[in-house]
């Protein structure tokens, strides 16, 4: 290695230069197809370079490349060590990534096919909510495994954009009940007269139900639908109950996961605690374009979709903390417009979260209805299909029947 070691510095630096996505479009037009994971591993390998070539040109006046390795080798032995196994992780990272597109590629075979359509698109953008269902119309949803139909419903919507729930004897009913949620609270796969507010509407006659479930919608949907209020026609009773549908992935959607981006949630409303209050910096897209460009560029690694990785890795108590706050803002908000009504969070059967969340929502003067042991939701007596994790009717009924004892 007797290559003077600043001119080596030299080279790498020029060659760092060229390892970005301008140089790639400049001698590469077609390189915009690169994904944004390649381009963080790109990134990546810049900073190694950058660091190496840096200290090359720091120590190499004078001095050899050998000389300068064989001087970092024997001042800094454990910070050499450290660089070389990172580097090393690095490296490994690159194949186990590359082997799995390959694998995915060539090899991979899916166990069945799933199709889910709708009639018309159940979403359409909404900028406070990140969206919200399509008012007075009738969805199709149907769900089709290996081209056989698994169930075909057709959901109506009304003015409000709510799933309609029918009651023939509604003019009876002189208080309300609002079911808030995601897709558990709505009802996939069911039909109007089977969701969870229609069966409590069935066990509670002095009540009329109103279904105000969004499939993907976590805490903050809540939070933000109760600070715009209820239209007085929206809700014409003076009083009755609110219960929000709880699900632990509700806590990965308040904080904007790596998972949840990907999917639906980019531009849900994004919330962080302020002195113990809850406060809205608007759409996660925006308000963090940082860890929204990070979680993209993974989300379309091979290696992180094979074993669904999520990021954060684990719901820390900070976490269920925010979740809990918003709640009790959501409770606050719901109590100045309906006084002396009830707000309850129904923890879903199944729920892991619930002995960790049990504690903020005490904390903070939360009823709750502890669901969680009731039945086991991945038993196929309460599912639509093996390969559907929304419950079925009579997951609904069952459950029906336990918030209305409680409520009672």
Known sequence: MKMPARLVSLLLFLFGLLLNEWAFELVFPGSRNVDAFNRLLVLVLDLFILDISSVLLLLG??????????????????????????????????????SFRVYFKYFYKAPYTEVTKWEPYSKIPNEKLGYKLPPDTSLRH???????????????????????????????????????????????????DQTLAARLGAEMPDYKPYNYGVAGYGTQQMMVKLQEGFKPKEIPEKSGVFIYFFIDDHVR??????????????????????????????????????????????????????FQIDF???????????????????????EVQFPGSKFYVLLAPGSKLSPRLIPFLKNLNIDFIDCSQLLNPKNPEYLTHYTDRHPNALYYKKLAKAVAQEIK
């Open 142 to 192: 149907q769900y089709i495994i290996n081209d056989s139909l698994i169930y075909d419903y057709t959901y109506p919507i009304d003015s409000f954009s709510r799933r309609i729930t029918p009651m023939p004897d509604s003019l009876l009913r002189n208080k309300f009940l609002i079911v808030s949620g995601c897709s558990f609270a709505f009802g996939y796969g069911v039909d109007n």
């Open 312 to 334: 954060p890795l684990w719901i820390r108590d900070k976490h269920l903390k925010l979740v809990a706050n918003i709640i009790a803002e959501s409770k606050k908000e719901f």
């Open 61 to 98: 006046k004078g001095k050899t490349l050998g000389d300068v390795l064989r001087f970092i080798k024997n001042t800094f032995p454990r910070l050499t060590a450290i660089y070389i196994g990172i580097f090393t992780a690095y490296l490994m990272i690159v194949g186990m990534e590359f």
């Open 253 to 306: 959607r308040t904080v904007c996961s790596r998972y949840i981006v990907k999917l639906w949630g980019e531009n849900f409303p994004s919330f962080e605690l302020d002195d113990g209050k809850p406060v809205n910096s608007g759409p996660f897209k925006k308000a963090h374009p940082i860890k929204f460009w990070f979680y993209n560029a993974l989300s379309q690694s091979a290696f992180i979709d094979l």
